[in-house]
């Protein structure tokens, strides 16, 4: 059997594919834990702009936010009209649906970092034709089912796409290592043009586009530098003038962002953790199934340093920060996924006996099973909203009453916003001063003392699921 009758059948590929996708949808039919940022912060201002009714935070009155991602969720909200979808809840899902598919993608990147940090551990120059497939189809295989990537596909946070380009950018930039040639100053480039992109999608994530940079300073590859620099200001002057066009000023949120939360520490309002806190979290996630990947990553520390640089890198850097959330570090798991998958593959790499071969892939498979299972044990461990999707599936439900003139919430944070509410009617915050006022004909209670409030108002209950009450009058 040759080197080349070795590589992996297409049909494997379009199989882990098509598990990845179905992973994710799973994920997103499952509906796990919402975060309010989801609808406040990417879809409600969006929503604010297409329909005239809408909830701003805070952060859209200070500017500190960009129109980019929230603009293009306006688009494909529009886009979802044309199609039929009814407004509200069922446009929020469709955009969720719709990450869940783009998520999908991790799969290339982990075969591409894979196949890369591979050919750098075993020597292996751009124009040698023989790939590094054992490290990309781990690399595949683990990024199709890894669960903290699955949880996290379904999401309309920043998060998500701020990591797929800040990761797919330190990939490109390992490919383009070994090859000074045209083609390694086009990866180059689109490197560049994804890590920009990545941090102007998320400000928080910038310290990561440094070591691509050091990286490429530390090989002395000048014109990849060079390209690389090229393809950053792209995006860079993209995001300028989007804020120009919508905050009246260029670079308007960036500047708003700096002053709002490094100059002011003004997320410090809204919680703060101990220095270990994330730490705790990804050891919840993970156990010692971090700890092996970590092992086997440093075990070709040579050619990984860049990727575990960037992941624990991004933990130290945001354990420093008083405010903590886990999506914050959610690249940590696709740079060590990278690192540990093509030191693997590059051990397999080195052995052409067909039986020791054998053995290491049987080997390989229950290890990426038992990581995955390790996985998944640690996301279970995640705070099930249920309550806050029966508010969302409650304000749904009142939304399609033809009779609603206005609506009150007694619980504000874990609702839907006007993002899950499909009328133009209004939606207030509940209190007990709101209820003679007969345009609110319809109230959303968490709380029994607010049900029983709005029952001496001359309300009555007509649906109750668990602590969830919808009353009308």
């Not at 297409?50 to 200070?62: D, F, I, N």
């Not at 969720?73 to 009814?86: E, F, I, L, N, S």
């Not at 919508?246 to 101990?274: C, D, H, I, K, M």
Request: hydrophobic content about 50%; charged content about 15%.
């Amino acid at each position: 059997m040759t080197r080349a009758s070795q590589v992996p059948s297409p049909r494997i590929l379009w199989a882990l594919a098509a598990l990845a996708l179905v992973a994710r949808v799973v994920a997103w039919w499952l509906r796990p834990e919402l975060h309010p940022d989801e609808l406040f912060q990417y879809v409600d201002p969006a929503v604010h702009r297409l329909r005239g009714v809408g909830w701003q935070t805070w952060e859209w009155h200070e500017g500190i936010r960009s129109w980019v991602l929230t603009g293009y969720h306006g688009a494909w909200m529009v886009v979802a009209g044309w199609m039929g979808t009814p407004r509200g809840l069922p446009t929020f899902l469709f955009l969720q649906l719709h990450w869940a598919v783009v998520s999908t993608a991790w799969l290339v990147i982990g075969w591409a970092g894979g196949e890369a940090v591979g050919r750098l551990l075993l020597g292996r120059a751009a124009d040698d034709d023989r790939t590094a497939w054992e490290g990309a189809l781990l690399g595949a295989a683990l990024f199709a089912i890894y669960p903290p990537l699955v949880v996290y596909g379904a999401r309309t946070l920043s998060e998500v796409p701020s990591s797929m380009c800040l990761v797919t950018s330190l990939v490109l930039v390992a490919g383009a290592i070994g090859d000074s040639g045209t083609r390694g100053r086009a990866r180059a480039l689109w490197a560049g043009v994804l890590g920009a992109s990545g941090v102007c999608l998320r400000l928080a994530s910038g310290p990561l586009v440094l070591v691509p940079l050091i990286w490429l300073l530390a090989r002395r590859r000048w014109r990849l530098l060079a390209s690389f620099g090229l393809g950053g200001l792209c995006p860079v002057l993209l995001f300028g003038a989007v804020d120009w066009a919508t905050w009246n000023r260029p670079f308007g949120s960036f500047l708003a962002y700096v002053r709002v939360n490094l100059v002011e520490g003004r997320a410090a309002e809204f919680g703060v953790e101990g220095p270990l806190w994330y730490v705790e979290r990804l050891w919840d996630r993970a156990g010692l199934g971090a700890v092996v990947l970590l092992a086997v990553a440093c075990a070709g520390w040579r050619a990984t340093w860049p990727f575990l640089a960037s992941a624990v890198g991004l933990v130290v850097y945001l354990s420093t920060q008083a405010h903590k959330e886990e999506r914050f570090v959610m690249s940590f798991w696709p740079y060590l996924l990278v690192a540990a998958c093509g030191v693997a593959g590059a051990w397999l790499g080195r052995r052409p006996q067909p039986e020791v071969r054998r053995t290491l892939w049987i080997g390989s498979a229950l290890v990426a099973a038992l990581l995955s299972l390790d996985g998944l044990r640690g996301v279970m461990r995640l705070s099930w909203n249920d309550h806050g999707t029966l508010l969302r599936d409650a304000q749904s439900l009142v939304a399609r009453q033809t009779d609603v003139t206005g609506l009150l919430l007694d619980e504000f944070y874990d609702s839907g916003a006007y993002a899950a509410f499909g009328r133009d009617v209004p939606m207030l915050r509940y209190g007990v001063e709101c209820l003679p006022n007969p345009i609110f004909n319809y109230v959303i209670a968490g709380h029994d003392s607010t049900v029983e409030e709005a029952e001496r108002a001359g309300f009555r209950t007509i649906r109750r699921v668990r602590d969830v009450t919808i009353l009308r009058r």
